[in-house]
């Protein structure tokens, strides 16, 4: 029995069994000896967690469900999506709530945020600001690594256990130069590279720091750029042991392109059993986690602790097993088919227990659950298999096509689902029987082969049709959202495109306030009225939440929306299923980030309207300056009656001197002048320049059929002006003078007899 953090034997519940098969390669108790190994009397095996159903008080004493918070730094991917799966389901079975939050403790500013929701919390790998939350004094667990600094329990795989079988089962190959590849920037890694350090000494082999191979992370990148260190290694080891499946996927086809041969020369093991594992060149032998595990076993610790239990232990580990591809050089033999147990007169025996096994390996059935609450539809096939056995009628078609469906939907993995069909040829074998059974089995056996296979194309066509609708739907959600109006993006009108069923965007008015700005309900339900005000610890208001997610039915997303400059608020969405709404892709962080560069941008145009009516007001006063700076240039003063006087100021350069003929010109026309008066006094000097374009005022000025009076001349202006073709323009030193001859009528008269000569 292994034992908690105080020695306190565990009660085993029931929807978990005792110890999982350890490997489909039978390592015997390898299993129950890493996790006893593991437990330095503070671990336990997630299969001996209790959790009773749960219920809590709300207010006014009436009886609500709790409410697990989740936060996680994301929600799509092989790891996150079923971690947040398993939360939800074990949340779900004992009839609690389930809200995620997108970010780490710190980012969204916990315990803060849904405080006043949420009863527990479970952290996915984002650690950072965890003490906030440890202070808060609420149920805490940490899920994918050991976070010493918050004071909790941690769920984490049994990585050594896995490790181990995998090393061993290279050593079984006759492997003794074995690498190591992988990051040992994570405690996963690093837990991993002690289990193969001490399975080797174990065997004898001493370790070589040249095979220890290590990468910047564990994705595919990181296998990508480490390739070049192994392939430097190529001839010193024949195996290589990789810490993720993503740098072994990534750094396959990298050595196969470089005359690497798998397995023949080089054998390799990964580890975790993503998706992309049964696919590869060759088929990956891997480490299989079930990442729900994990998280149904930090859901049972937190649901523990609101129960009131307080011998918890420090680190609880989630079962795993080696799934043997060509990768390391086996064929792909399920070992339980090697194990020496019959089946009972009737054919069937413990073959569902042992089928249902399979498909759930490495998480284990309990003795007292029945094979059919897992797998409705193996009863059936075992009904068309004693059929094909007896010679008699089999099931109904579409009954077997449905229970073939529902395995490949518990384990989609090929080999595991193989494996069953070489479950019921192996069970038969040992029973014996004449040819024509055995006729009727092979024929029984190859339609549930051909049946499988269509099956498992289903999931995949399906997966296919989904992946195009997420496309077509994060397009049409991006064209509303970046071409839409402020209205559209803020209403959530957009979620209609969607297959989420509610939704609401709440955006902050200050450091702790919320303030609705939108909402949107697929089915009608009732959304909170846009406007109202929130404390960000209220928030969302549980009394206006649709009814699947006040019973735990649906998970309740809460996304942050931020850019680079600002903090804009919160959207809360509940979608029909969580994998519906993420997928793979990061659908619904691409709608956050969307939605916030929507916010942005209407902010940025309205910010852009505001200044372009603030630069045509500025024009409009410049204009309205200008104006008067130009009259104050070249004042016009209606002096007598055809007379204008322009009194000129200061230095006239060209730009002003073509104020002063603009502004002669049209005062000529708009004061019907004859004679206008040009006094220079004020002018401290005339060059050429402004000599020539004085003389193209008076012609022009002539033009209109008036004449200029330059007025003012001093002796040594009058000297700059030889030489300059000033047409018909009279000079007077002072304006008295002119003023003398306009009102004597020389100039008059002067004026008169030229304009008779033009007219005739």
Request: net charge negative; aromatic share 4%.
């Amino acid at each position: 029995m292994v034992r908690g953090s105080r020695n306190s034997e565990i009660e085993l519940p029931e929807q978990w069994g005792g110890k999982a098969s350890g490997s489909l390669q039978d390592d015997g108790a390898d299993g129950q000896q890493a996790t006893e190994e593991n437990a330095g009397g503070s671990t336990r095996d997630a299969s001996r967690l209790a959790t009773p159903s749960l219920r809590g008080a709300g207010a006014h004493g009436t009886p609500r469900a709790y409410t697990v918070g989740v936060i996680t730094p994301y929600l799509d991917g092989s790891f996150w999506n079923p971690v947040l799966k398993g939360i939800h389901d074990t949340a779900q079975q004992h009839g609690c709530r389930t809200l995620v939050m997108r970010g780490t403790p710190a980012s969204l500013q916990a315990p803060s945020l849904a405080r006043e929701q949420v009863d527990g919390w479970i952290l996915v790998i984002a650690v950072q600001g965890i003490e906030q939350l440890a202070r808060a004094r609420v149920p805490l667990v940490v899920v994918g690594t050991d976070a010493h600094e918050g004071g909790c329990p941690s769920v984490i795989p049994d990585n050594r256990s896995g490790i181990r079988r995998a090393v061993r089962h290279l050593i079984e190959h006759g492997h003794r130069r074995i690498a190591f590849v992988g990051c040992f920037h994570e405690s996963d890694l690093r837990e991993r590279f002690e289990g193969y350090r001490d399975t080797l000494a174990e065997a004898g082999i001493p370790l070589d720091p040249e095979l220890v191979i290590r990468t910047d992370d564990s994705w595919y990148t990181g296998g990508e750029k480490a390739a070049p260190q192994l392939l430097a290694q190529r001839h010193a080891c024949t195996a290589a042991v990789f810490g993720t499946d993503k740098n072994a996927l990534a750094m396959m086809p990298l050595l196969r392109a470089a005359g690497v041969r798998i397995p023949e020369d080089m054998a390799i093991v990964g580890f975790d059993d993503v998706p992309e594992a049964q696919g590869a060149d060759p088929p990956l032998t891997t480490v299989r986690q079930r990442f729900e595990m994990m998280g149904s076993a930090a859901c049972d610790l937190i649901l523990s602790m609101l129960a009131g239990e307080t011998a918890l232990p420090e680190l609880v580990l989630t079962q795993n097993t080696l799934i043997q591809r060509t990768s390391c050089g086996c064929d792909v033999i399920q070992s339980i088919l090697d194990q020496d147990a019959a089946p009972g007169k009737d054919a069937g025996g413990d073959l569902d227990r042992r089928m249902v096994e399979l498909l759930l390996a490495p998480q284990p059935l309990a003795p007292s659950a029945s094979p059919a609450a897992v797998w409705p539809g193996v009863s059936v096939v075992l009904e068309g298999y004693s059929a094909a056995i007896e010679g008699a009628s089999p099931p109904p078609a579409k009954e077997l096509e449905r229970a073939y469906q529902q395995a490949v939907g518990i384990a989609p993995d090929m080999g595991t689902l193989m494996a069953i069909v070489r479950l019921l040829r192996r069970s038969h074998e040992r029973l014996g029987g004449d040819a024509a059974s055995a006729q009727r089995v092979e024929a029984f056996l190859d339609s549930a082969r051909l049946s499988l296979a269509r099956a498992r194309l289903n999931v995949e066509a399906d997966s296919v049709a989904q992946l195009g609708y997420l496309v077509r739907s994060n397009y049409e959600v991006g064209l509303a959202l970046l071409s839409g109006s402020q209205q559209e993006s803020l209403s959530l009108s957009w979620l209609a495109k969607t297959s989420a069923i509610w939704g609401c965007l709440a955006l902050r008015e200050d450091a702790t306030t919320l303030v609705v700005a939108g909402a949107y309900s697929r089915d009608g339900s009732a959304t909170p009225q846009v406007g109202s005000r929130h404390r960000q610890e209220a928030f969302p208001p549980a009394e206006l939440l649709p009814p699947s997610a006040e019973s735990g039915a649906h998970m309740m997303l809460l996304l942050p929306i931020r850019t680079a400059q600002r903090d804009w608020g919160v959207l809360a969405l509940i979608g029909p299923t969580l994998r519906e709404l993420t997928r793979d892709e990061g659908t619904v962080g691409v709608w956050a980030s969307l939605l916030a560069a929507a916010l942005e941008r209407n902010e940025l145009v309205q910010s852009l309207s505001a200044k372009h009516a603030e630069l045509q007001d500025a024009y409009a006063i410049e204009r309205t300056l200008s104006d008067t700076v130009r009259e104050l240039g070249c004042p016009l003063i209606p002096l007598l009656a055809g007379v204008l006087l322009v009194p000129l100021i200061g230095a006239i350069d060209s730009g002003r001197a073509l104020q002063v003929l603009t502004a002669v010109t049209e005062g000529v026309g708009r004061h019907a002048a004859r004679f206008v008066l040009l006094d220079i006094t004020g002018v401290p000097a005339v060059d050429a320049q402004v000599a020539h374009a004085l003389g193209q005022t008076s012609r022009a000025v002539a033009l209109l059929g008036a004449r200029v009076i330059l007025v003012g001349v001093r002796p040594e202006i009058a000297m700059s002006l030889v030489g300059v073709e000033l047409g018909a323009l009279s000079t007077y030193s002072s304006l008295a003078g002119a003023l003398h001859e306009l009102t004597t009528g020389g100039l008059r008269r002067a004026g008169a007899k030229r304009g008779s000569a033009r007219t005739a």
